[in-house]
């Protein structure tokens, strides 16, 4: 097979030509799965650059963007404060292995959001969030069973991806290669929304507040109660992955507008703003398990980055009182338009939310679960739903199991071209269905 050539200097750059030389040297031509597009068909946009609410691919197509990845662009793309805050960072110096002021006031600014978080520790993504959380729960209660609940995700480390949605689930695996029986077997799978039983031998209960990863499903009323009340008679520790909610759903995330109190967090993604950053934490007697207080071991070079750190608070910032009425007015629009779009075509589809999360499932019914989620899932539809928005310049999450993430930066005009792009696509796939 002939190696495949950059183009000849003056050529257009496309995405195709990319997407070609990209497979040659990266897996699948991505660095991380999903966005390959193996579900949704086609070859994806490369993209050049970002601004607002609107990223443009290498070719020069503008999309209004809803994946604003994945969820670290609540405030759109290179919004001017980030800009500005990482330029200056970067300026002195981009990693130096010892205490920065801004991890400081990056902590303190989450713990002063988030009810009942006392400390945190700073890593560089949620997965390592989610996996040194159960290390934490493990060593502090000297227990080793963890519960996970079906369709939720908590990155990729071997114990957690058990039933894993977003990125496991776009691949139609059920589970992953390379995943030993003795790695998962500690991790017990419960269905969500449904209360598990949880006994004296559980470390930790792990739950998305609101599942994200499977579309977006929200909690039963009374769900996350449950799981409190079942972790406070066990001794369980109930964690809460907000790696998604997060700062998100209100200025102290699904905590705060749930109302229950887990016994760790998880957060990634908006605390970032768009830099690798995760973190960890809960109260002080439990985070003083970990090393170098206790004897839970858990460190990172690049923890606490300068750039990450900058790029978070700038965010945190920006994300006052007036900023989450305005995300979630912006959500209310957008689930409006896109219900009338399908009933105006007779597509049968809901578009959940809840705060500015939004997802987007075809049938008649809102999903409680996985296995609700991924009967949606098997209708078909998200694909050419997702290739007719993306040739009217609107970007979905290329899977049917991710959030659609609106940003601060989609304004009424955004939300309105993406409604119209809507009728004109739902149009598109009742008439292939009839
Ligand atoms: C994205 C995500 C993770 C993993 O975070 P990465 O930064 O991709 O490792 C964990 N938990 C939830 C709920 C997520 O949405």
Redesign the pocket.
């Known amino acids: 097979m002939a190696e495949p050539q950059p183009p000849a200097a003056g050529a257009p750059l496309t995405s195709a030509d990319l997407f070609e030389r990209a497979c040659a040297v990266l897996p699948g031509g991505v660095n991380s799965p999903v966005r390959a597009f193996g579900s949704v068909g086609g070859t994806p946009y490369f993209v050049d650059r970002g601004r607002g609410a609107h990223v443009w691919d290498v070719e020069g197509n503008r999309y209004i963007d809803y994946v604003q990845s994945?969820?670290p662009g609540i405030l759109g793309h290179a919004p001017e404060a980030i800009v500005r805050a990482v330029a200056a960072a970067a300026a002195d110096g981009t990693s130096f292995g010892a205490p920065t002021e801004r991890e400081v006031r990056l902590a303190n600014e989450m713990c002063a959001r988030v009810p009942g978080l006392e400390m945190l520790r700073l890593v560089s993504?949620?997965?390592?969030?989610?996996m040194s959380a159960v290390r934490l729960a493990r060593g502090a209660t000297g227990r080793d069973k963890i519960i996970k609940f079906a369709g939720?995700?908590?990155?990729?480390s071997d114990s957690l991806l058990a039933a894993g949605g977003?990125g496991v689930a776009n691949q139609g695996l059920s589970g992953c290669d390379g995943v030993t029986p003795g790695a998962v077997a500690d991790t017990v799978v419960a269905p969500y929304n449904v209360l598990p039983e949880v006994d004296e031998e559980t470390a930790a209960v792990l739950v998305?507040p609101v599942a994200?990863?499977m579309g977006l499903v929200a909690p039963a009323p009374g769900f996350l109660e449950g799981l409190r009340a079942a972790c406070d008679r066990t001794g369980a520790l109930l964690v809460f992955?907000e790696?998604?909610t997060g700062f998100r759903l209100a200025r102290g995330g699904a905590t705060e507008f749930y109302g229950v109190r887990p016994d760790l967090w998880?957060f990634?993604?908006v605390i970032g703003g768009g830099l690798?950053v995760?973190a960890f934490g809960g109260s002080r007697a439990l985070m003083s398990h970990l090393a170098p207080l206790g004897g839970v071991y858990q460190a990172g070079t690049l923890s606490g980055n300068p750039l990450a750190t900058a790029a978070g608070l700038a965010t945190l910032e920006a994300l006052d009182a007036t900023a989450y009425e305005q995300l979630e007015a912006s959500a209310v629009r957008l689930a409006a338009g896109l219900e009338e779009a399908f009933a105006a075509a007779g597509v049968d589809a809901v578009v959940p939310r809840v705060g500015s999360l939004l997802g987007l499932f075809f049938g008649g019914d809102t999903p409680r679960n996985f296995d609700e989620a991924n009967a949606s899932v098997a209708r078909g539809l998200y694909a050419p739903f997702f290739g007719a928005m993306l040739r009217r310049g609107v970007a979905l999450a290329p899977g049917p199991y991710e959030a659609i993430f609106v940003s601060l930066a989609h304004r009424a005009a955004d939300i309105d071209a993406t409604i119209a792009a809507a009728t004109q696509a739902a149009a598109e796939v009742a008439a292939a269905l009839s």
């Open positions: 994945y969820g993504s949620g997965t390592e969030a989610a939720c995700y908590h990155g990729h977003s998305e994200a990863n992955d790696v998604i998880c990634g993604k690798p995760g």
